[in-house]
């Protein structure tokens, strides 16, 4: 089995900034694309921003250019720099992973999530 744990959520006035973290652990082969998602409240859940194994990255127009994701493939960690954080940016963000075990094969994985909250 695959776990995600996410951290670095909290609660930052607008125009703040976080670090969300999500490190994957388990008896994996290997990580394929890494992503981040949120949820609002009432909303469905959205893709933030996405990362390959590569390197390339996705991210949703909303955050372009105030967001950055990266990976440490070491440490099979990615994470997701949050800056000029909006009211509008509030919700639980999930890290997600396509991971491949022994066990399972070739499977997408989510984390717990972990809460942003954005004052104005």
């Known amino acids: 089995q695959v776990q995600l744990v996410e951290s670095g959520g909290g609660l930052v006035q607008a125009g703040g900034s976080l670090r969300l973290s999500c490190a994957a652990s388990g008896s994996i082969l290997s990580i394929n694309g890494m992503g981040w998602y949120r949820q609002a409240p009432g909303k469905q859940r959205e893709l933030v921003a996405f990362?390959?194994?590569?390197?390339?990255?996705n991210y949703a127009t909303s955050v372009k250019g105030r967001f950055t994701i990266s990976r440490d493939n070491a440490k099979n960690t990615v994470y997701l720099q949050m800056n000029s954080l909006k009211p509008e940016d509030t919700a639980v963000y999930y890290c997600?992973?396509?991971?491949?075990?022994?066990?399972?094969?070739?499977?997408?994985?989510w984390g717990q999530g972990t809460q942003v909250t954005v004052s104005s």
């Open positions: 990362i390959t194994s590569g390197g390339i990255t």
């Open positions: 997600n992973a396509g991971a491949v075990t022994v066990v399972a094969g070739s499977r997408a994985y």
